[in-house]
């Protein structure tokens, strides 16, 4: 008898020290956590591409330095998707997502051509000769996979929160359409202002760009209570962006290659609400919001370019005429916002 009585207390003692609680499958150490969700926001962004191109002009001493800028809206409304995982390993964890955004709008914005050019030997500094602003119509789809390494198990984030060495790589594809000049204008040869205009119903140009972003940096994650968590990312960027400029008024193509850096923050709040139940597991639901901003340029870059039609704009017929190639960079500058549920399992 005195043995059970010793049982019995020893029983009472460990359930009075732990009582029974519902517990989510990412509280639980050792066990993988899986999360899909679904994004819905919007984001405000620039991409600049352009060219620097130096010759020699009869007539004229010295070289003659033509610049040339075009600045593509990104800045629309975006769906998407979220999975994400964690996974446990001899030491801590292992955790990662795959990412899908896409963007799509009638305009997405207008796009911006600028023209300068330099002549040393005839006394004129920088001087811009051409503008004009047309409207985009596309889209842009961003894919995204990261993974990140730490040393505690799933779940366990300590008080102080939890520093984890994240790395990844990051596909931009961009399709843009611009569409007739709404105001612009060009230098005259007596230095004159000329309005510039072209019916919004003709097509100026096509853009198609590749951006690449391999990166590596930190995450910090911490949790407040029992339902809030947060993210919060830093890394350092690769940045090659691959493009295609048709403009197809004036029978040119030209196509760029260019290489840099880059840099990526963002913050990832969270709240998870998780069904009471008695025994066994349930999915959790978790809401939240993704803020992210992002800046890229490139440091060197070459740009090709072919005429394979007539310019009617130039005397004379262009086809097939070679044109040198010039330097060539892109830059990149987005901010936005994304709402995401997700199911944790």
């Given amino acids: 008898m005195g043995n059970w009585v010793m049982l019995a207390?020893?029983?009472?003692?460990?359930?009075?020290?732990?009582?029974?609680?519902?517990?989510s499958k990412e509280d639980d150490a050792g066990r993988s956590v899986v999360s899909v969700g679904a994004t819905a926001g919007a984001g405000w962004g620039t991409s600049t591409y352009g060219l620097l191109a130096s010759q020699e002009v009869e007539g004229i001493p010295g070289d003659v330095v033509a610049e040339s800028a075009l600045e593509w809206?990104?800045?629309?409304?975006?769906?998407?998707?979220?999975?994400s995982w964690q996974a446990p390993r001899s030491s801590g964890h292992w955790g990662g997502w795959i990412r899908g955004r896409i963007l799509v709008g009638s305009p997405l914005g207008r796009m911006i051509?600028?023209?300068?050019?330099t002549a040393k030997g005839l006394d004129l500094t920088r001087t811009k000769f051409s503008y004009t602003e047309s409207r985009v119509d596309g889209g842009r789809f961003v894919?995204?996979?990261g993974f990140y390494l730490s040393r505690h198990p799933v779940g366990a984030i300590p008080s102080g929160g939890a520093w984890d060495f994240l790395f990844g790589y990051r596909h931009e594809l961009v399709y843009l359409e611009a569409w007739g000049v709404e105001d612009g204008w060009q230098l005259e040869d007596v230095g004159k202002e000329a309005q510039v205009s072209l019916d919004p119903h003709v097509q100026a140009a096509d853009f198609d760009g590749h951006h690449l972003y391999p990166y590596a940096g930190?995450?910090?994650?911490?949790?407040a209570g029992k339902r809030f968590r947060c993210d919060v990312r830093g890394v350092g960027t690769g940045f090659v962006a691959i493009e295609t400029d048709d403009h197809v008024l004036r029978?040119?193509?030209?196509?760029?290659?260019?290489w840099g850096l880059g840099a990526l923050v963002g913050i990832r709040p969270q709240w998870v609400?998780?069904?009471e139940r008695s025994k066994g597991k349930v999915p959790a639901v978790s809401i939240g919001v993704e803020l992210e901003a992002q800046y890229a340029r490139t440091l060197?870059?070459?740009?090709?370019q072919e005429y394979y039609d007539d310019d009617p704009g130039v005397p004379g017929d262009q086809t097939g005429t070679e044109i040198p190639d010039s330097d060539y960079f892109a830059q990149v500058l987005r901010i936005g916002g994304d709402a995401f549920l997700a199911i944790l399992f």
């Fill in 143 to 145: 894919g995204d996979a």
């Fill in 9 to 23: 207390a020893l029983v009472a003692g460990s359930l009075a020290a732990e009582p029974p609680h519902p517990r």
């Fill in 273 to 275: 609400f998780e069904k």
């Fill in 300 to 304: 060197a870059g070459t740009l090709k």
């Fill in 113 to 117: 051509d600028e023209d300068w050019v």
């Fill in 251 to 258: 029978g040119k193509r030209m196509s760029g290659l260019a």
């Fill in 73 to 83: 809206p990104m800045s629309g409304a975006d769906l998407g998707f979220d999975v």
């Fill in 218 to 223: 930190l995450l910090y994650r911490f949790r």
